[in-house]
């Protein structure tokens, strides 16, 4: 209204529609550059973002290959110098048979070959129990890991316990053996590099999230250093449990205990669609 | 010659919308082919021996049609819902006070009621945009033939607004000097926006944008 009573003569008209006009302009251009230049931004950083994820991925993936060939190494170690001699030995005593005919001879070197064989098979039992522990196989997690724990603890140089307070129903095979393998890694790292006197594991369930906690009091990691070694070429191990986590889009935090004493590890996973009746798995 | 040059330039996107966006499931971009036609029609009528001696009588009508399409437009372009049922709100009061100023139709040109249009449309468009922004995903909203149309529209309402206010205070001779200025130039870079828009969108239908799909890095044990 101002503005039309303001409208008197032609020269403001004109005034008035000139500025107007221009002035809606300017601020419609304005707003348009502002909106392009704010996508182009929005833009940019999802694609750094995706980028970072990628690069994340592939470290992941490169970690997970490496740990495959270290095991398969590892195991070709085994049976080329542990498993190929002993049976080229129980060969020659057995060639031996041929040769000498001395009965009493004859039956040592069956006997020796006998031994050698056994031998083998034992080792061969061990290669096969670090693939897939049959406890772990026939009787669960909850009998591995505190088999585990007790092989540990016989060894007497840490005391090691743990304690599943809620695993009445199993999870599935496969993500059973996940976290048994990120357990594994764990104590692993604790064993190597913590200088730690004992070791306490505990399982729990707060609805459907299920939870396993560490704790230990050598020297540990901190959250930041997890991410840092996650980024960095080193902590072979650290990424390979983060890659097996990932399959269970589960979580995994390292912290120290409210009393700033202990270290604690605690790993978290969804448990909806992942249970399965004991019966089945039996 | 300017005028007939705008009116003519009006066909270039109707003929490209023919050519290329019949088969299009934007109806968006239908509402803008209907409103192209309307347009052109209008001007039409408007330099005719009838349109001349009812010019305002087109002029209101022109009005309130021009706003029922563009705020159907908005209706069928933003999602949300609490801006669709603004619209319907605001659009439903709108035809009201219309209908009851409907008897100086034939006097003069209604500058307020088509200030308001044009304030509700410049609103619309900027809810358009914001809510584009607001959007993380990686569409490209600014390389769409929507966001497009909405910059002609959001050009044709800025430059149209202040004249509009004005227009009642205007004589005759007035009319002809700053009407033929401004909106003819405007209509020129509407239509060419509006066709920009529909060689968009043949563009993107040819070249369309390949699905994003991620890599699976997981090892094939952990599978």
Request: glycine share 4%; net charge positive.
């Amino acid at each position: 209204m101002v503005l039309l009573q303001a409208l008197s003569s032609d020269n403001n008209i004109s005034m008035v529609l000139f500025f107007g006009t221009i002035g809606m302009l300017a601020l419609t251009i304005g707003l348009i550059v502002f909106i392009s230049f704010h996508q182009r931004k929005v833009i940019r950083y999802q694609q750094q973002l995706q980028r970072m994820e990628q690069d994340q991925q592939k470290t992941l993936l490169n970690a997970s290959i490496r740990l495959q060939e270290e095991e398969r190494q590892r195991i070709a170690a085994d049976l080329h110098d542990d498993a190929g001699p002993l049976l080229a030995t129980a060969r020659l005593y057995l060639n031996e048979n041929f040769v000498n005919l001395d009965k009493q001879t004859q039956l040592q070197s069956i006997y020796n070959a006998k031994q050698i064989i056994d031998d083998t098979i034992q080792l061969i039992r061990n290669i096969s129990h670090s693939l897939m522990p049959p406890t772990l196989k026939n009787f669960g997690l909850e009998s591995a890991v505190n088999d585990l724990f007790q092989k540990i603890s016989g060894s007497g140089s840490m005391n090691a316990s743990s304690r599943f307070h809620d695993y009445r129903e199993r999870l599935k095979a496969e993500n059973e053996l996940i976290i048994f393998r990120v357990i594994q890694e764990l104590i692993n790292n604790i064993l190597k590099h913590s200088n730690a006197s004992f070791i306490h594991l505990t399982q729990n369930t707060s609805g459907q999230r299920f939870f396993i906690r560490l704790h230990h009091d050598g020297r540990g990691l901190t959250q930041t250093d997890f991410e840092k070694l996650g980024k960095s070429n080193v902590g072979l191990g650290l990424k390979n449990i983060q890659s097996r986590l990932k399959v269970l889009q589960g979580k995994i935090f390292f912290e120290k205990d409210m009393s700033q004493t202990y270290y604690k590890v605690t790993i978290e996973m969804n448990r909806e669609d992942d249970l399965k009746p004991v019966n089945e798995s039996n | 010659m300017v005028q007939l040059f705008s009116l003519i330039s009006s066909l270039l996107p109707i003929s490209l919308f023919i050519l290329f966006c019949t088969k299009t499931d934007i109806k968006g971009l239908w509402v803008i082919f209907f409103y192209l036609i309307v347009s052109f029609f209008s001007d039409s009528f408007l330099n005719s021996k009838w349109g001349i001696n009812h010019t305002f009588v087109l002029w209101n009508i022109y009005t309130i049609v021009e706003y029922a399409i563009l705020s159907l437009f908005f209706y069928l372009t933003l999602k949300l819902r609490s801006v669709r049922t603004l619209i319907v709100v605001i659009s439903t009061i709108y035809f009201i006070v219309f209908i009851i100023m409907i008897k100086s139709i034939d006097v003069q040109y209604n500058s307020v009621l088509s200030f308001f249009s044009q304030v509700i449309i410049l609103g619309l468009c900027l809810v358009y945009f914001f809510t584009s922004i607001s959007q993380t995903s990686a569409t490209v909203s600014i390389l769409s033939p929507l966001f497009l149309v909405v910059i002609a529209l959001l050009l044709y309402v800025a430059c149209t607004l202040f004249l509009f206010i004005i227009a009642n205070k205007l004589s005759a001779k007035e009319m002809d000097k700053y009407w033929g200025g401004i909106t003819v130039y405007n209509n020129l870079l509407t239509n060419l926006l509006f066709s920009a828009a529909f060689l968009l969108y043949r563009f993107k239908r040819k070249n369309p944008i390949p699905e994003n799909h991620t890599v699976d890095f997981t090892s094939p044990n952990d599978r």
